[in-house]
């Protein structure tokens, strides 16, 4: 009964991590950030503090200029996140095992002449 009470725990454990995992990545989604609506506000506050009156070719040079940059940010974290998830599925392999060199037989022979021994290895 014991091993059933602790694969019971596991999966209890597996199961709110899961849960958690999904609101976490739900959650995730909600913190995207300024709508179009705030950007445009902003960038149009943004382009007025620099001088530029709305309806001007400074003020749309500005605009555009706010828009490429906003657009190369938000290239640039979507490719940071499409590397991130590549990585994960990507593990490396496992290092290799260690095997121990295998050594050549020797072949070792004892002469005994008198009260001394003679050992010849080849």
């Known amino acids: ?16 991590a899961v849960v958690l995992a999904v609101i976490g990545i739900a959650l ?21 503090s620099w001088g530029h009156a709305a309806g001007s070719a400074g003020y749309a040079q500005c605009r555009q200029t706010l828009f490429l940059n906003e657009q190369q ?14 990585n994960m599925q990507n593990r ?7 095997q121990m060199p295998i050594r050549p037989s020797v072949n070792c022979t ?8 003679y050992t010849n290895c080849n």
Do not use: D, H, S
């Not at 004892?110 to 021994?117: A, C, K, R, V």
């Open 1 to 16: 009964m014991r091993n059933g009470r602790l694969n019971g725990a596991f999966m209890l454990r597996a199961k709110r």
């Open 28 to 48: 995730a989604g909600c913190a995207q950030g300024p709508t179009p609506l705030q950007v445009e506000a902003m960038q149009n506050g943004q382009c007025r």
């Open 73 to 86: 940010i938000e290239a640039e974290r979507r490719a940071a996140g499409m590397q991130l998830i590549q």
């Open 92 to 98: 490396p392999p496992p290092p290799p095992t260690y």
């Open 110 to 117: 004892t002469t005994n002449i008198g009260n001394t021994g």
